[in-house]
């Protein structure tokens, strides 16, 4: 069986991290599966989906990362092209994945003792985003 569901958040941008492990696995129980897999999908080039430790340092250590890997202030193509000043957003988000899949036993999500699904919201604004949702299993 397939049930596919849509998580709606509102995001700061600018690297805003945000803890949707909640809401994933409230549609898992809306969705009365048991046993199978999540797939997570987030439509757009400036928004990933990952899993981390959500607490403050971990939290700062990645949005630290991301700017050690693409400095918001770097020279990109995109930004000559368009003048939107969202380069930097747009390699974030392609080096972590717009996609997520997380293995579901019993009813939950088989997530690690400290592990949390994170979207991530890597544009220059604040947004209205979508996650979509897909759960693949059985009763």
């Not at 803890?19 to 987030?42: N, P, Q, W």
């Amino acid at each position: 069986m397939v049930i596919t569901k849509t998580i709606s958040l509102r995001s700061k941008g600018n690297t805003d991290i945000i803890d949707i492990t909640g809401k994933v696995s409230a549609c898992l129980g809306e969705s009365g599966l048991s046993d199978g897999i999540v797939t997570l999908f987030v439509p757009g080039s400036t928004g990933a989906l990952s899993t981390v430790e959500f607490e403050p340092g971990a939290v700062r250590d990645l949005k630290e990362a991301y700017q050690n890997l693409a400095p918001v202030d770097g020279d990109y193509a995109h930004n000559t092209k368009w003048g939107d000043g969202n380069g930097f957003s747009h390699v974030r988000a392609a080096l972590t994945g717009p996609s997520l899949s997380v293995p579901f036993a019993a009813g939950r999500l088989m997530l690690g003792t400290w592990q949390q699904v994170i979207f991530m919201d890597f544009d220059n604004r604040p947004r209205s985003r979508e996650i979509i949702a897909q759960f693949m299993g059985e009763k």
